[in-house]
């Protein structure tokens, strides 16, 4: 493997001077550094010259969230190790920035985020960065930044540079309008958090950057999604990964949601799944642009009881959160998915039986393992 750190080639500078579909001019800084492999540097052109150099070069916006980190290990072995750049505003922890390609990256810093695209020559931007739901609410002005104008600087660098642009979106997409049981592709969307207005607003441009620009624009909303070594990001479906982390320490889970809150969920591996299935699906089978998935719907009260069947001493108590059970009152109960099984075949592997079992052979395992540390 050979990784070669040069300025941008003449002939890049000049595609990149001209204007494209008449956004601004672009300009683009070069400047000479070095990097440790697990690091790149905005300038770097960080690339392979192995068959890996025909896969798509990939970058991942918000990527130390609960989601990416298992994302970029899905595309790396799918792709390539240094094919696939993950990037965020926190520092990554020892074995994220080991395990491939990692950068700084503020999406609200455009010329930044460019200058990335043009040197590692990205041809695919999977954007994750976000503020999610129950964290928008408490800082909104953050959230209308990061959500609404850090979009706005990745779909306009999507459209100059030819980018294939996944952004997922979520059941926070929907509001109480909308109908909740099922609730189709293609309904009323009224959302009354920043975090769905914003959500609905990513699907709405990237359709019209679609259809005006050309965009090759792919959306999945996701249901809450469940993972045993990622922590949630702020959601309102985190209760459920939690209860799994506290029954197993504890015995104990202290619930925010009515027990007959029903949500649509999934498991992390069916998610990043799903993620990799639309972002590699020939566009001419794709009837939409955003796509409802699904695996299961649940409430706390039928996960406590499928996990009392492994863990019967688990004591469960009630104390409502009014932000978040406002929220999960105005979501999905059950999200309606069949475009997306008809168009590319969509399929989970993980429904309630499966998910609590694998949860807590992860968790346990972990708790196990730090009790002997
Ligand atoms: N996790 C879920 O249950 C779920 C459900 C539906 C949709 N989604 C969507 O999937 C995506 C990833 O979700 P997640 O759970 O990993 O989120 P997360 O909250 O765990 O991670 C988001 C990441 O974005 C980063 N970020 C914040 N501001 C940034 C900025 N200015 N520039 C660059 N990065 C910034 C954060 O540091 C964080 O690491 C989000 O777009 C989210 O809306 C997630």
Redesign the pocket.
């Known amino acids: 493997m050979l990784f070669c750190v040069r300025a941008v080639s003449g002939a890049a500078q000049r595609v990149l001077l001209a204007p494209v579909c008449g956004f601004q001019t672009l300009a683009v800084v070069a400047r000479s550094v070095s990097f440790s492999p697990g690091q790149v540097t905005s300038n770097a052109s960080f690339h392979s010259v192995s068959s890996e150099s025909d896969h798509p070069k990939v970058l991942i916006?918000?990527?130390?969230?609960?989601?990416?980190v298992g994302l970029a290990k899905l595309l790396r072995m799918r792709f390539g190790k240094y094919n696939v750049i993950l990037?965020?505003?926190?520092k990554p922890p020892n074995h994220v920035y080991q395990s491939g390609p990692f950068i700084y990256?503020?999406?609200?810093d455009y010329k930044n985020l460019r200058e990335i695209v043009v040197n590692n020559r990205i041809t695919w931007l999977i954007?994750?960065?976000?503020?999610?739901s129950a964290?928008g609410e408490a800082n909104v002005s953050l959230a209308r930044?990061?959500n609404i104008t850090?979009l706005h600087n990745v779909l306009d660098i999507a459209v100059e540079h030819g980018l294939r642009l996944f952004?997922?979106?979520?059941?926070?997409a929907f509001g109480s309008s909308s109908p909740r049981n099922p609730t189709p592709d293609l309904c009323i969307q009224r959302p009354r958090t920043i975090?769905g207005v914003s959500?609905v607003h990513a699907e709405l441009m990237g359709e019209y950057y679609h259809h005006r620009f050309g965009l090759d624009f792919r959306c999945l909303?996701?249901?809450?999604?469940i993972s045993a070594d990622s922590?949630?990001?702020?959601?309102t479906?985190d209760y459920a990964v939690q209860m799994f982390h506290d029954a197993v320490k504890t015995s104990t889970f202290v619930c925010n949601l009515r027990p007959d809150t029903r949500l649509p969920m999934m498991f992390i591996e069916d998610c990043l799944r799903a993620t990799l299935e639309v972002l590699e699906a020939p566009a001419e089978i794709l009837s939409m642009r955003t796509y409802n998935i699904s695996a299961m719907s649940f409430t706390p009260e039928e996960l406590i009881r499928e996990i009392r069947r492994h863990l019967p001493d688990l004591q469960v108590t009630y104390k409502i959160d009014p932000v978040r059970q406002a929220i999960a009152d105005s979501w999905p109960m059950i999200l309606d998915d069949a475009s997306a099984r008809s168009d590319w075949g969509w399929k989970h592997d993980y429904g309630l039986p499966e998910l609590v079992q694998t949860m807590l052979n992860f968790t346990g395992s972990d708790s196990r393992m730090s009790q002997a540390n």
């Open positions: 916006t918000g990527g130390l969230g609960q989601l990416g990037s965020d505003i926190r990256s503020d999406i609200l954007h994750y960065s976000a503020l999610l964290v930044d990061v850090g952004i997922p979106s979520t059941i926070g975090y959500k909303r996701y249901p809450g999604i922590q949630p990001g702020g959601g479906t």
